[in-house]
């Protein structure tokens, strides 16, 4: 069924970019296409009017601060929204405890909406204020900002849901978690699983400081995550070193030898290593000691002989040390590689809606926290960024494990403004803005721009037959999605489960209480900035 009606919107769209006779056949409902402005201007009226519900949903999933695969609080608070909302929600999807599924409506097009949803490892701290100080020392908090997608998503989804029902627009809406994508630790799973297998078009969104979005293949790398377990033979160390065997020592071999191999790898890849297990104590050698890495090059073969290179050398470590090594993929994601028919209508959208209108104390907190870090005091974007051509010589850069949905179905990233230029990336100041106004005026701004590009998606079907006949045509022609993970891997779901559980306590003294007060900051007691 659902093959039939795209091949019908495929071969609509050869036709219409072969001649231009064939566009009067083309299945647009010229009513609908009347409609289509005041629509929008509806949507973003009703995502105004949702503010505090948006801000509410930033405030709390910023409070839980949780890491990657131990989002519990987090995916309950968003199913209840959603439930709540009247979304079908299954919980735990595929074996992954925090992952969820929500969906309303019918028919086609489906529309599938993700955003991340962990946190960054000892990032906790105190929103409004520039400089470090966190709520509680050592935990993890929200320094990359992915509090804030969600609420993008779901007041989008909510906005166009109502329109949908009143103007009885046929199409689904799916909304889904970005579980651990820190770790590049789900959304290959979500695709080897089949969760986008009938979907249409992907609307993911992401925090950052531009409003921006961008098709093709841009900076910014692919990854594999693996970790190496080396097995040794105990021993005491002082009283018979001769009958021990050390796995340590493999770990550290390993990481000289891969480190005198970065001299003859290609200058785009990107590699680091944190050693996870180093043994217990200096008089026993240690018997299991691990390494995990992150291999980050531009494409799939470029990534996997990084593997096959890791894997030689965990080998040879493992030889000279006369140890035992075994690996497993922890996570993976393939480069991003977004598409250009949803990517324009998204940026027309944005030029519509515009940047939000910071106030005085927003700059001021921004430009506070540029001269804490010795960064550029150029204060916040106010410009909408225009969508340029992908570059033409990708350099390397980070990842998200969208890459491998954006080769499964049409995908575009949603880049809304809530943050501050010029900030380190995982570190405690990427935070700072995150329970502020100036990250609830751009989860604003994107909500409008992510619902206003649903609205294009339902009501100009041509839209959705150009983003296949680019992801067909163009984008996948000549390269083919080749998973990193296997049949065999399973989501590392046991990742951060201790860390959180030594932090959790104490972090649960500073969850948000929308009951009692109006935004997180109040309930803090922090006046909005607090600069040096
Ligand atoms: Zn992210």
Redesign the pocket.
């Known amino acids: 069924m659902r093959h039939d009606r795209r091949s019908l919107f495929r071969l609509l769209a050869v036709l219409a970019v072969s001649t231009a006779v064939p566009v009067a056949a083309a299945p647009r409902s010229p009513a609908a296409d009347r409609r289509l402005p005041a629509l929008k201007r509806e949507a973003a009226a009703d995502v105004d009017r949702m503010q505090v519900f948006t801000q509410q949903m930033v405030d709390t999933l910023f409070s839980f601060g949780e890491l990657g695969f131990q989002e519990v609080e987090t995916s309950r608070h968003l199913v209840g929204v959603l439930r709540e909302n009247g979304f079908q929600v299954k919980e735990g999807v595929y074996g992954i405890p925090t992952a969820w599924v929500a969906t309303w409506g019918s028919g086609r097009p489906v529309i599938s909406l993700g955003s ?1 949803i962990d946190g960054i490892p000892k990032a906790s701290q105190k929103p409004g204020v520039a400089w470090h100080t966190p709520l509680v020392e050592g935990a993890p908090g929200h320094g ?3 509090n804030s ?1 969600q609420a993008v998503n779901i007041t989008a989804a909510i906005a166009v849901k109502k329109i949908m029902e009143r103007e009885r627009l046929p199409g689904t809406l799916v909304l889904w978690p ?1 579980v651990a ?2 770790l590049l630790g789900t959304k290959a799973y979500f695709v080897r699983e089949g969760l986008f297998k009938d979907t249409d078009v992907v609307l993911f969104s ?2 950052d400081s531009e409003m921006k979005v961008t098709w093709g293949q841009g900076d910014g790398s692919g990854l594999v995550s693996v970790e190496y377990t080396f097995h040794g033979e105990p021993a005491h160390a002082g009283v018979a070193p001769w009958r021990g065997r050390s796995a340590l020592d493999a770990v550290e071999l390993m990481d000289a030898g891969w480190n005198f191999r970065r001299e003859h790898l290609r200058t785009e890849q990107r590699s680091h290593y944190v050693i996870t297990r180093g043994g217990d104590q200096p008089n026993v050698v240690p018997s299991l000691a691990s390494v995990w890495y992150y291999f980050r090059e531009l494409d799939y073969p470029h990534i996997h002989s990084l593997l096959e290179a890791g894997n030689a050398i965990a080998k040879a470590a493992a030889a000279m040390t006369e140890t035992i090594v075994e690996w497993r993929i922890l996570g993976a994601a393939w480069p991003q590689h977004f598409n250009r028919p949803v990517a324009e209508a998204m940026s027309e959208n944005m030029k519509a809606v515009g940047m939000p209108s910071w106030s005085e104390a927003d700059q001021t907190l921004a430009k506070g926290l540029q001269r804490e870090l010795k960064a550029a005091e150029k204060g916040l974007e106010t410009a909408v960024t225009k969508l340029e051509p992908p570059p033409a010589e990708p350099k390397g850069g ?1 990842s ?1 494990d969208i890459g491998d949905v954006s080769w499964t179905v049409p995908t575009i990233t949603l880049l809304y403004p809530s943050n501050i230029p010029g900030l380190p990336g995982h570190h405690w100041a990427n935070a700072v803005a995150m329970a502020t106004p100036l990250a609830h005026k751009g989860a604003t701004a994107g909500a409008k721009v992510q619902a206003m590009t649903m609205l294009d998606l339902l009501l100009r079907p041509e839209l959705v037959a150009q983003a296949w006949s680019y992801f067909r045509d163009v984008q996948t022609r000549e390269t083919k999605y080749t998973p990193l993970i296997g049949p065999q891997d399973v989501p590392a779901t046991w990742l951060n489960r201790e860390t959180m559980e030594r932090y959790r306590p104490d972090m649960r003294k500073y969850y948000f209480d929308a009951t009692r007060y109006k935004t997180y900051l109040e309930q803090l007691g922090v006046s909005y900035p607090t600069v040096r």
Request: glycine share 34%; charged share 40%.
């Open positions: 991340d990359e900002g992915h997608g970005g994508e820190e992401h925090v980070g998200d």
